[in-house]
């Protein structure tokens, strides 16, 4: 008779562990420090957010404050339509012609909401973020029930979560039809569209059009620099060195 000996094994710390990293704190907010060649130091959770899964609030780039309604007739930075931009416009066919490209800090929203040593990414800085981390889709980050990208530093480990917060606007969608026809189509009843599937984070420099502002687009399949509408509600991962 053969006596079979089974013994249970315990592993602790074997498995890989995919929380966000705590660096340091500035004004109260918490960074991870991700070893990037620049120095830039980002934030662990969005602004307004009270952790790394919270969508935190939402804002029209150049604005400081989140508000109901994301529309260009909403935008207080137009008069009221597209087209019609009242600062930060080099093109004079999308209103009154400026040299500025880049945000300044009273219109800055992480600076206003979280201090003066806070600020909005570059577009160098969420290109540089990109390229020095490995990058993961997360369906339910730490059990959390939330989706979004988990960033790990090439250089020294850190991670760094972005949740797929989608985005907020209330415009209306003009759909051709045969022979001309158009139907307008509202958009969603809460103005939060894509939760869970896609993320924005805005940068502060606009991209060659005057309309249209560089940010991270993150989602199952991609994470990339890219540009959106300046009136969308988009929620803003603050830099801090």
């Known amino acids: 008779m053969y006596r079979v000996l089974v013994i249970f094994i315990t592993l602790i710390g074997t498995f890989p562990c995919f929380a966000q990293s705590v660096s340091g704190e500035t004004d109260g907010h918490q960074y991870v420090d991700l070893g990037l060649p620049s120095g830039t130091l980002w934030a662990t959770c969005n602004v307004g957010a009270t952790g790394p899964t919270g969508n935190g609030d939402y ?40 040299q500025k490209r880049v945000l300044e800090t009273t219109d800055d929203a992480a600076s206003h909401q979280w201090g003066a040593k806070w600020r909005m990414p570059n577009r160098e800085e969420l290109r540089e973020l990109i390229d ?37 606007h209330t415009a209306k969608y003009k759909f051709a039809q045969m022979n001309d026809f158009q139907i307008t189509v509202p958009g969603p009843p809460n103005g939060i569209e894509f939760e869970g599937e896609f ?25 990339e620099c890219d540009g959106a509408k300046r009136c969308i509600g988009y929620p803003i991962r603050a830099v801090v060195k």
């Open 199 to 223: 993320g924005g984070y805005w940068s502060s420099e606009l991209t060659e059009r005057s309309m249209v502002a560089y940010l991270m687009n993150i989602g199952n399949v991609f994470l």
């Open 132 to 168: 020095n981390c490995n990058w993961e889709w997360m369906s339910d980050y730490n059990g959390s029930g939330k989706s979004g990208q988990l960033g790990t530093s090439k250089i020294n480990g850190n991670k760094i979560f972005f949740p797929a917060s989608g985005m907020r």
């Open 59 to 98: 804002f029209a780039w150049g604005e400081v404050t989140p508000k109901q309604v994301y529309s260009w007739a909403s935008y207080t930075l137009s008069n009221g339509e597209e087209g019609h931009l009242i600062k930060y416009c080099f093109d004079k066919n999308s209103g009154d012609v400026g």
